[in-house]
């Protein structure tokens, strides 16, 4: 079983739709990092957070430290949002993914 | 731009090669890290350098040679390659190690014949 856990794997929306991917993990982690990888391979580093809620643009990204559950919500979306989107946990010198969420975004 | 490159963006090597990836951030980092990302499999953290000493290296065959001359610079040596080592290599860098944002270089796409 992965450290990091993401749901769904694969995702196909509409555009205007709003979205939401979910990471959970198992390893006790002070903060989360959520990543988007764009075809091509380029990562981006979108959220680095370690409680309660952060906005940017039409992303946010919420986490419980407790339940050790985050979401990445995406609002209004475009197909420019068509990308991976990866939840990482680090711990100390070492990180784990997760496998990654496929969003497709329909114009 | 995100301060961090990588080259050569694709490689096609045979198993018998030597080639050498190379990555390189002007972002005044101090800690550097190579990832591995195959088809289907969720990223794999190789090497981690933090100030030009190596404090990570998680299992990773021999074939596979870092090398951080600076905190510059990041070099991945390879040799002897298997086919299943094609993937995307990765480079990023982090003000300090640890937990801190990484800032991910476009990757090398390898080909082993």
């Known amino acids: 079983k992965n450290e990091v856990e993401q749901s769904p794997q694969n995702l196909t929306a509409q555009e205007g739709e709003f979205i939401t991917i979910n990471c959970s993990y198992s390893?006790?982690?002070?903060?989360l990092h959520w990543l988007q990888q764009h075809p091509g391979g380029g990562i981006v580093s979108l959220f680095m957070?370690?409680?309660g809620k952060k906005k940017h643009g039409r992303l946010i990204a919420t986490i419980n430290i407790q339940e050790k559950h985050s979401s990445l919500h995406i609002t209004a979306s475009h197909p420019r949002d068509s990308a991976v989107y990866i939840c990482a946990a680090p711990r100390g010198n070492q990180f784990y993914f997760g496998t990654g969420t496929s969003l497709t975004v329909i114009p | 731009e995100t301060g961090v490159t990588q080259t050569p963006r694709h490689l096609v090597m045979g198993m018998t090669n030597k080639k050498s990836l190379k990555c390189e951030q002007h972002l005044g980092h101090n800690a550097m890290y190579w990832y591995k990302q195959s088809a289907k499999k969720p990223l794999e953290l190789m090497f981690v350098?933090?100030?030009?000493?190596?404090?990570e290296n998680n299992s990773v065959p021999s074939r596979f040679s870092p090398e951080c001359p600076n905190s510059s610079h990041l070099f991945l040596h390879l040799h002897t390659l298997q086919p299943e080592d094609s993937a995307l290599y990765l480079c990023?860098?982090?003000?300090?190690?640890?937990?801190?944002?990484?800032?991910f270089g476009p990757g090398t796409r390898l080909l082993v014949l």
């Open positions: 390893v006790g982690i002070s903060a």
């Open positions: 990023a860098s982090s003000p300090s190690g640890g937990e801190g944002t990484q800032y």
């Open positions: 957070l370690s409680s």
């Open positions: 350098y933090s100030l030009e000493e190596r404090v």
